[in-house]
Nanobody
Framework: QVQLVESGGGLVQPGGSLRLSCAAS????????LGWYRQAPGKQRELVAR???????NYADSVKGRFTISRDNTKNAVYLQMNSLKREDTAVYSC???????????WGQGTQITVSS
């Protein structure tokens, strides 16, 4: 059974930092592209950051320079370090694991990030 479990969400003041973690089980983790997505109320889900099996990263323009995605294949985990948080970063953040070239795509349950003073 495949599971992706996020942790690290919560309430933070503007300008603050948070680190999200996503622990995966039931997949050959190193073969998957990992992504963090977010969905704010009334908006479509959007890609925040992505990291390939080879460690290549890409980011949404809105988070470049503030967020950093990383992965630890020894721990089957992917992380999102979020700095200089803004109110517009408020959303439910979900991790995704995708095996390119297959239909295998798995999602975590999501974790709420609220940026507010």
């Amino acid at each position: 059974q495949v599971q992706l479990v996020e942790s690290g969400g919560g309430l933070v003041q503007p300008g603050g930092s948070l680190r999200l973690s996503c622990a995966a089980s039931g997949i050959t983790f190193r073969l998957y592209v990992l992504g963090w997505y977010r969905q704010a109320p009334g908006k479509q889900r959007e890609l925040v950051a992505r990291i390939t099996s080879g460690g290549i990263t890409n980011y949404a323009d809105s988070v470049k320079g503030r967020f950093t995605i990383s992965r630890d294949n020894t721990k089957n985990a992917v992380y999102l370090q979020m700095n200089s948080l803004k109110r517009e970063d408020t959303a439910v953040y979900s991790c995704n694991a995708e095996r390119i070239g297959t239909l295998r795509s798995y999602w975590g349950q999501g974790t709420q990030i609220t940026v507010s003073s």
